[in-house]
């Protein structure tokens, strides 16, 4: 465990690292491109050393934790390592975790026997950063969890949250919490960074806001914004000082 920049959390916590990439959100994929720094392959999965799987047992203070920020917690290359992941989890109800997703089709076989109508420390997300990947939120909302959550990160074009599903039903209502933000990355070579719109986090804060109930966290306009308005401090765009006033919203959900 360490503790982390990334705004939504106070922790990461990695039970295994490497992933392999499934959707246009992943293109430029961070934890690809720090694996690559390091001569490693980031597609090749592999658990963490008994020093770091085990961290949280030692936190003694509640800690809002990013799990598998480097991988992904539901992938097939880690089902030997879940069940003691999920002791860790169970055994440490003071802290948070925040599991976030890009593969809910497989959520409901992952789960732990004890799981029923989820546990009370664990939040579970999807990542959808454009329309097409709304789907994922649309398999979530069938799993039982505390609170369910969205990550549009990175936001790679406009959505719509308020789309419903088959049966008339819109799938935002099963969520808590939704988190915005633009993609950070290099200027050239391999991970350059996609652009956004300022229109597209305008559109979804103002339909979140005032047709759901969700939470709504902004956490970065991402690199592409972060050069065109000139930001000085944080290159992804991370500055919430410097934005426009109707975009400075962070909260977290009940």
Known sequence: MRESTIQWTDATVNFWIACQ?????CLHCYMMRQEARYGRDGT???????????AALKW??????????MSDFFIQ??????????DIIRKTPHHTWLILTKRPERIKQCLPDDWGDGYPNVWLGVTAGVQSSFKRAEDLAKIPAAVRFISAEPLLEEMDFLVKNAEGERIIDAFQWVIL???SGNDTGKFRYRP?????YEKAIKDLKTQ?????FMKQLGTHLSKELQFKKDRH????????????IREFPD
């Open 196 to 200: 956004s719109q300022i229109e597209w």
């Open 212 to 216: 759901t109930d969700a939470a709504v």
């Open 60 to 69: 003694k203070e509640p800690k809002r934790i990013f799990t598998c920020s």
């Open 181 to 183: 933000g633009g993609e």
């Open 44 to 54: 090749k999965v592999r658990k963490t050393g008994k020093v770091t799987f085990n």
């Open 237 to 248: 765009g991370g500055e919430i000082e410097n934005w426009p006033e109707h975009l400075q």
């Open 21 to 25: 990439k499934v959707s246009v959100e």
């Open 77 to 86: 290359d880690a089902d030997e390592w879940r069940i003691e992941a999920w």
